[in-house]
């Protein structure tokens, strides 16, 4: 089960749902929306932000994968190609190459400035002072990129702008102060799976929109390998509890899927409540 602090790491089986005989919610009861109103909604969500803060522009990390590149493409269109710059932060020695291609296939699309960092040096300058340990390390590699980004971004008077899904807030499934460390979080009101169908609205390649999610925090690492479940299923469950309001044991019954694994996303969700709210403070008495 991931840690109450940040991602663990631990690679767990898929959990994988029960015969679909007589499951009532579905895949597309989560994903059957209008994806335009939702992408001008986001839109003016993020022109209006840097308004009020009289920022110039945005600055956002490039990955490679849909969340990014759904967030560069909103940002572009809220904001004008000009005022988007695209940061690619791989560390070339766990960052798969193609990640990196992609990232730079988006940028090229998009037609928006963008540099790519290695940061590399960076992870091991740090750990030449610290204990080897390849979640730390991993969560370390985030921190190091939000560090980044907000030098560009104050250096340019822009807003980071996060690619966290609603998906991964709920779970907790992002490292505190590090992918979580932004001013915007432009695609927190849309679960991974409704991503995927609005990149496909707004005209993303169909290689990203097939490649499988990934923090790409360490060599091989695999999003729902680590969580033990495909976010079609997270979704699912998501769905039903949150936007439906039913109880665990009624989710298991109406999506078909085994109560072992709405139990583990529900804990996830509980013991990462920490993460999606201020940094809790007490009030001493006078």
Known sequence: MLPATDIEGKEQGLIHSLPPTGIVIRLGDVTKRNY????QQIQEFIFDKKD?????????????????TVSAYLACKALGKEKVLGLIMPDSRVTPKQDVNDAKAVSR??????????????????MTK??????????????????????????????????GDRSE????????????????????GLYKTQVRELGRHLGVSTQIIAKKSSPRLWRGHGAEAEIGATYEDIDRILYA????????????????????LVD???????????????PYSVQPSP
């Open 36 to 39: 335009e109103p939702i992408a």
């Open 52 to 68: 009020e803060a009289g920022a110039e522009g945005a600055v956002i990390g490039l990955s490679g994968g849909i969340d990014s």
């Open 109 to 126: 699309a998009l037609q928006i400035e963008s540099k790519n960092i290695d940061i590399s040096r960076i992870h091991v300058k740090y």
């Open 130 to 163: 610290l204990h080897p340990h390849r979640v730390a390390e991993g969560n370390l590699r985030a921190r190091i990129r939000m560090s980044i980004l907000y030098y560009h971004a104050n250096l340019l008077n822009q807003l980071v702008l996060g690619t």
């Open 169 to 188: 807030a709920l779970i907790g499934y992002f490292t505190k102060y590090g992918d979580g460390g932004v001013d915007l979080q432009p695609l927190a």
């Open 241 to 260: 509890i949150f936007d439906l309001k039913l109880s665990e044991e009624q989710t298991a019954e109406e999506t078909g899927l085994d109560t072992k």
């Open 264 to 278: 583990r996303v529900m804990t996830m969700h509980r013991q990462t409540a920490h993460k999606r709210t201020i």
